[in-house]
């Protein structure tokens, strides 16, 4: 019988012990298929450890567990204040942990261990707490109809959730998915992303530490294409939740259609980040820097069209360029000084380096960047953040996600062009509008086709603030109090007075 | 100045705050006062505390508006809830020598104390998940105005609380308003003062900064009557009898209009149908009058049991109250300890003594329990009419009535004859008659074959002359905030 679990030293010399199991009925199993997935580190190109990954059959397993413990009292007959105490402490066992789960995050992702800790890590651990807050404040409605009718609604659990987290922030997005099913009183098999299996693995003993009864949380790592399917296209998953590309998101709407289960989806974006003549323009710059260069450009509401009134294009690309060269430094994760880490995997860089190419080929300008950079020993995926002027909208370098350290800039003359432009797109994530403007501002968020539309900064999300996307962005909101809506379904009673026929 | 005193209590010996607690220091009266809080079950004076006089309430009402408009209003919502989580778990890990207070101060049984004070940590984490999520409304008007609603803390807070359920009373209060974004300056009551003080060094354990909770013990004349008629004190918020509350009202009227919340005083019925699970219903009468030795607001008082299971029910009820064990509180098995304080027990006393008068029939009861400690027998009057002082006025003790009725109507109208509406229950196995009936009783809370099962996540208020307003649950937030209108014109001038 093996162990199941590996003994690690991160880079930044953090020693812990991490399973490899598929955590199922609260306890590390192998992979019933023998397959497995061995970690890269992006800085490095190394191997970190391998793990095992879930066969349909284990997905079976999941799902049968999953329902097994929706059904039992201990979960079913739970008072919901007591899901939020689980769940506040479960924020705090993270709390705890913090650095050692940063420092997995950045050794298998990628991004910089100052950004995994104080911003990941206080992301993950406040949505819980934010959503432990939810729990015992679910309320139906009483309604009023006739006296011989006692109308009321009860907001109930939908199920059993299965749960498809991309890799660009891998605790985040299992915070943001497991926080509302949780407190709504789901019971959930959620699958991490194939390039970045590790965090997730940590969390699970977390989890079982906490004391939510078995079954309740199933965390598996596997491929897209075999477990990640086989949830999507489950008959006794009743709902599935996904964040990822657009292309995915709508395989896992038809294989959704199976059962009919109840679908959220958060997909990609193509998001504008408009800069009007009486914009701050440092201030413009440097949000629009946030708003691409983080996370590598690896963010799905990436500000990566910057429209740009023709008055003041120049110098803000200008001012652009400036703080990318002056604040992004590409280097090694574990460095403090680091702001920007490596894409993800070979696959990622690949792709991103070919937009440059197919950028350069369909004939717009590179102003800065458009080189690999390898900072690690001459290894590692490291995009230079590259800014493409020149451009025109049937490029496909200005409609399609690159998913990277490029931003492509575009002039406009009047408000009415600028909005064309912006939603002149399939996708409509998210938007920033920069003016000084008051009513300039409310208008033009009015009219901007997207889920989340930021003014006068970018990428400045919060937790408490529902997101998501119209268009093929997605369907359905995360965060906030409407990110409940999602994992509860309302039935409505009606209790007969004495309507006799 | 430490202003602390050790006691020795039967379970715990702890240190006890006597100062006031204002503006995060403990301090001495103004006016140098103090006075004695006694034990009910002895009926020895346990400790001394500094005595709050209107010169204090303005020094507590100064630090509760600096802490506000400064340190209060720079404080995230999501880090007063976590504040006041923080504050849960410490009541939780203190709870033997809080319930030994509460046991000591107020005369309840220790079991009872500590389930007091679960309910109370359970408030306060309750009131900390409301804090970041207080939402206002956008509302589409037309396309050239942007509407929006925000939802504000209302001020400084003056609450008084009475001394029948300290500490849980002190988290009703103290959980919503600062989970909202307001400051409060709290009185205890003068016959409870000991719990409130512990908690305030909780307070600071937890995090909250000086000047937003402000601990005053004292007398309702001199600081209850300075908060309620303040011109610097916002909204108050009184629970206790229905006489105070009218002059709390009128104060606040008189002064500055400040917002008023009251929870007052009850004669609650309590209805039983045949169809009833006679066993069941007779388990929550005896504890829907008994418990707390009848001091609670809501207690079911007045009992009427239908005609077809009258005689069968007074038997049994009688034998069941019989049963309940009354004794010291820090006994194991007790049930009723002594009721609060001498006032109290002479006051219920004389309203035996006019049942007695008025030719009701003891059918249980109607004398002291030993003769040490204010321990009333539990009581049963029957033969009573509606006219009885027994009947109309809240008697706040061991106390009940008991009568029979014919007809569903005749239940209604009796349990709704009355100048209070705080609570009722009704017990039946019939579907429709639970429905029907609790939609027509007059009462805040309508409890259904259940008594007095209070849940910091259900409103809970007065009807009439109980009350105004709803504490607890959602509906508690609307107290402690006001509502903004922003209309933001996104267009030019309309007129020329």
């Given amino acids: 019988m093996s162990k199941l679990s590996v003994d690690l030293k991160a880079p930044n010399g953090r020693s812990f012990n991490l399973p490899t199991g598929l955590f199922i009925n609260n306890e590390f199993v192998k992979s019933s298929s023998g397959q497995t997935i061995t970690s890269i580190n992006p800085a490095n190109e190394e191997e970190i450890c391998t793990v095992e990954a879930a066969s349909a059959l284990d997905v079976d397993k999941a799902v049968e567990a999953a329902r097994s413990a929706f059904n039992d009292p201990s979960w079913r007959n739970m008072p919901a204040t007591d899901r939020g105490i689980l769940l506040y402490k479960l924020a705090s066992l993270i709390e705890l942990h913090a650095s050692i789960l940063a420092t997995i995050e950045t050794w298998d992702n990628g991004k910089p261990y100052t950004v995994a800790l104080n911003e990941d890590l206080a992301e993950v651990i406040f949505v819980f707490r934010y959503y432990a807050g939810w729990a015992d404040k679910l309320h139906g409605d009483t309604i009023p109809t006739t006296s011989q009718k006692f109308a009321y609604t009860l907001r109930q659990p939908v199920g059993i959730c299965g749960q498809i987290i991309p890799w660009n922030y891998p605790l985040a997005m299992a915070a943001w998915k497991l926080g509302p099913a949780l407190a709504c009183g789901n019971t959930v098999v959620i699958k991490a992303a194939e390039q970045t299996p590790l965090s997730i693995l940590y969390l699970a003993r977390l989890i079982k530490e906490t004391g939510f009864p078995r079954g309740v949380v199933n965390m598996l790592n596997g491929y897209g294409r075999t477990a990640g399917a086989a949830i999507a296209s489950h008959m006794d998953v009743d709902k599935i939740a996904f964040t990822g590309s657009t292309s995915i998101g709508k395989e896992i709407m038809k294989m959704a259609a199976v059962n009919m289960k109840n679908i959220t989806l958060e997909t990609g974006g193509k998001s504008p980040l408009i800069v009007f003549e009486d914009a701050d323009l440092d201030q413009a710059a440097r949000w629009a820097h946030l708003g691409i260069m983080g996370n590598a450009g690896q963010i799905c509401t990436a500000t990566s069209r910057i429209l740009v009134h023709s008055s003041v294009a120049a110098s803000f690309a200008v001012k652009l360029q400036d703080i990318i060269h002056s604040t992004s430094k590409l280097g090694d994760p574990f460095d403090p000084f680091t702001s920007q880490g490596p894409q993800v995997s070979k696959a990622q860089y690949e792709r991103v380096l070919s937009y440059i190419e197919a950028g350069r080929r369909e004939g717009a300008t590179i102003i800065t960047g458009g080189t690999p950079a390898p900072e690690c020993g001459g290894k590692g995926f490291f995009i230079s953040p590259t800014i493409f002027t020149n451009t025109k909208p049937t490029m496909n370098i200005y409609q399609e996600e690159i998913f990277g350290p490029v931003v492509i800039t575009t002039p406009f003359e009047t408000e009415d062009e600028a909005l064309r432009l912006a939603n002149d797109t399939t996708y409509g994530l998210g938007s920033a509008v920069f003016t000084r403007d008051l009513e300039r501002a409310h208008r033009v968020a009015a009219r901007l086709e997207t889920g989340t539309v930021w003014v006068n900064s970018s990428n400045d999300g919060d937790v408490r603030v529902p997101f998501g996307g119209v268009k093929q962005s997605g369907i359905g909101r995360e965060l906030g109090e409407e990110g409940l809506r999602a994992y509860s379904t309302v039935k409505s009673v009606h209790v007969n007075l004495g309507m006799r026929l | ?496």
């Avoid at chain 2, 009796?414 to 019939?430: F, I």
């Fill in chain 2, 1 to 496: 100045m430490s202003l602390t005193t050790k006691i020795e209590t039967p379970s715990v010996t702890y240190e006890q705050p006597i100062g006031l607690y204002i503006d995060g220091q403990w301090v001495k009266g103004k006016e140098g006062k103090t006075f004695e809080t006694i034990n009910p079950t002895n009926e020895k004076p346990i400790v001394a505390v500094h005595e709050a006089g209107p010169d204090d309430v303005d020094i507590a009402v100064s630090a509760a508006r600096k802490a506000l408009n400064g340190v209060w209003a720079d404080t995230l919502p999501s880090a007063r809830g976590r504040m006041l989580t923080k504050l849960a778990d410490l009541f939780d890990e203190h709870i033997d020598t809080l319930a030994a207070i509460e046991s000591l101060d107020n005369g309840k049984a220790l079991s009872m104390a500590k389930a007091d004070v679960a309910a109370s940590s359970a408030c306060l984490r309750y009131y900390g998940g409301w804090a970041d999520k207080i939402h206002g409304k956008v509302i589409d008007t037309d396309p050239e105005t942007l509407n929006y609603t925000r939802h504000e803390p209302i001020g400084v807070c003056g609450q008084i609380i009475p001394w029948n359920f300290p500490l849980a009373m002190w988290s009703w209060k103290i959980g919503p308003a600062l989970a909202t974004g307001n400051t409060v300056v709290l009185k205890t009551a003068e016959q409870t003062p000991l719990s409130g003080l512990y908690a305030a060094t909780l307070c600071e354990k937890a995090g909250i900064p000086a000047g937003v909770v402000n601990i005053l013990s004292g007398f309702g004349k001199t600081a209850g009557a300075a908060i309620a008629s303040h011109m610097d004190v916002d909204k108050v918020a009184f629970t206790g009898s229905t006489a105070v509350g009218r002059t709390i009202l009128q104060a606040a009227a008189k002064s500055n209009l400040k917002k008023v919340t009251l929870e007052l005083g009850g004669k609650s019925p309590n209805i039983v149908f045949n169809d009833a699970n006679i066993e069941d219903a007779i388990s929550w009468v005896n504890f829907g009058i008994f418990f707390n030795h009848g001091q609670c607001c809501c207690a079911g008082s007045r009992i009427y049991v239908q005609e077809g299971i009258y005689d069968e029910f007074i038997e049994k009820f009688k034998a069941r109250t019989a049963k309940n064990v009354v004794g010291d509180p820090f006994a194991k098995d007790t049930f009723q300890g002594p009721q609060v304080s001498q006032l109290q027990y002479d006051r219920i006393m004389a309203y035996i003594k006019a049942g007695k008068d008025a030719g009701a029939k003891v059918e249980t009861g109607g004398e002291r329990h030993g003769d040490k400690g204010y321990f009333i027998q539990p009581t049963i009057f029957s033969g009573v009419s509606d006219d009885m002082k027994i009947m109309q006025e809240e008697i706040f003790g061991p106390v009940c009535s008991i009568s029979k009725f014919k007809t569903e109507d005749e239940a209604i109208k009796a349990g709704n004859e009355t100048t209070y509406g705080l609570a009722a229950a009704v017990h039946t196995t019939d579907l429709n008659t639970a429905i029907r009936v609790s939609n027509k009783l007059k009462a805040g809370t309508v409890w259904v074959n259940n008594y007095n099962l209070i849940s910091y996540q259900v409103p809970f208020g007065g009807f009439k002359e109980s009350g105004i307003g709803r504490e607890l649950g959602k509906y508690a937030l609307a107290n402690y905030t006001q509502v903004k209108s922003v209309r933001m014109r996104l267009g030019s001038a309309l007129f020329g």
